[in-house]
C-alpha cells in the first residue's frame, strides 16, 4: 500500500468519524497568529499533529485546553471550524464578566450596568454615559418638552 492510498484511507475512516451532518468535540490547543488562529487536536483527525481552523466564535488564551464543538468545512476533517467551546461546571471562563442586564420582575423598571460607558444610538442622535458621571446627549435636534417645571441646575449653566 503506497502512502497516498494510506493517507486517503485514513481520511476515509476521518470522514465516517464526522460525516456532514453531525458535530464532533475536540480540544482546543493553542492560539497562533497573535491568537487570530485556533490549533484543535480530536479523535480520528488525519495525522498527529493539531491542525489549523476557523471560529465562528471569540477564542481567548483561557480557552486553551477546553473542549470545542467542531464541524468540518465541506465534510473534511482537514478542515475544521470551531462552532463553540463547551461549559464546563466553572462558569464563566474569562476573568472579566459581560455586563449583566437587570430587569425587575414587576417589568416597571430596566437597569443596565456598563464598567466604563453607556450609549444608546440611533442614526445621528446618541445618549452617552460615563464612569465619571457625564451625560452626553447630541442630535441634529434636541427637544426639551415638559407639561410641569422644566428645570435646568448645575454648578454652571451655559447656553450657546
Known sequence: MSGRDLIETG????LAIAPSNSVATGELIAMTDEGRTPLVMFPGQPGTAALRARSVVDLH????GRCVV???EQADPRRPIVMGVLRGDEGWPLASKPAQVEIDADGERLILNAREQMVLRCGKASITLTR????????????SRSTGVNRVKGGAVQIN
Open 132 to 143: 465619571s458621571g457625564k451625560v452626553l446627549i447630541q442630535g441634529s435636534y434636541v427637544l
Open 11 to 14: 481520511l476515509e475512516e476521518a
Open 70 to 72: 467542531l464541524m468540518f
Open 61 to 64: 488564551g483561557a480557552h486553551i
